[in-house]
């Protein structure tokens, strides 16, 4: 008969020179929290300029990893506080500020439209897609 609690420090033993944890894929990634607000366009309601706050420990597997590869492709802790402005002329444009923190670090930007980035698009998207799914609540 094999010894049980030989078979779990084998196990255990094991885990451990492979480097895992036991945690899920999830909890390896950068936990963010992020606050993301939009103002202004054509229909602007004051209502929906209350900041939506995204944590990324809430969020499925697929979508936290989603989200850190977005604010790693658009290298969002090196952009500058300001993007962005509107064409001479322009009206009811948007402007959002995004802030995230994650491993210390605390960086806010605000953009304003048209943005032309496509990393930086494809973040606002996902943020964007998140906020609805909020508000939808």
Same mark, same amino acid.
């Given at each position: 008969?094999? =010894?049980? @609690?030989?078979?779990?420090? !084998?196990?255990? !033993?094991?885990?451990?020179?492979?480097?895992?944890?036991?945690?899920?894929?999830?909890? @390896?990634?950068?936990?963010?929290?992020?606050?993301?607000?939009?103002? !202004?366009?054509?229909?602007?309601?004051?209502?929906?300029?209350?900041?939506?706050?995204?944590?990324? @420990?809430?969020?499925?597997?697929?979508?936290?990893?989603?989200? =850190?590869?977005?604010?790693?492709?658009?290298?969002?802790?090196?952009?500058?506080?300001?993007?962005?402005?509107?064409?001479?002329?322009?009206?009811?444009?948007?402007?959002?500020?995004?802030?995230?923190?994650? =491993?210390?670090?605390?960086?806010?930007?605000?953009?304003?439209?048209?943005?032309?980035?496509?990393?930086?698009?494809?973040?606002?998207?996902?943020?964007?897609? $998140?906020?609805?799914? $909020? @508000?939808?609540?």
């Amino acid at each position: 008969m094999i =010894n049980r @609690r030989l078979i779990k420090a !084998g196990l255990a !033993g094991l885990l451990l020179l492979s480097g895992s944890t036991g945690k899920s894929a999830q909890d @390896r990634e950068v936990a963010m929290h992020i606050e993301f607000k939009t103002e !202004g366009g054509i229909a602007h309601f004051p209502g929906l300029t209350k900041p939506i706050i995204i944590d990324s @420990r809430q969020l499925s597997e697929s979508e936290a990893a989603e989200l =850190n590869r977005c604010v790693e492709a658009a290298r969002f802790f090196a952009l500058p506080a300001q993007m962005g402005k509107p064409a001479p002329g322009a009206a009811d444009y948007y402007r959002y500020t995004i802030t995230i923190e994650a =491993n210390g670090q605390r960086h806010t930007v605000q953009i304003t439209e048209p943005m032309t980035d496509p990393k930086l698009r494809e973040l606002l998207g996902f943020l964007k897609a $998140q906020a609805k799914a $909020q @508000r939808a609540h």
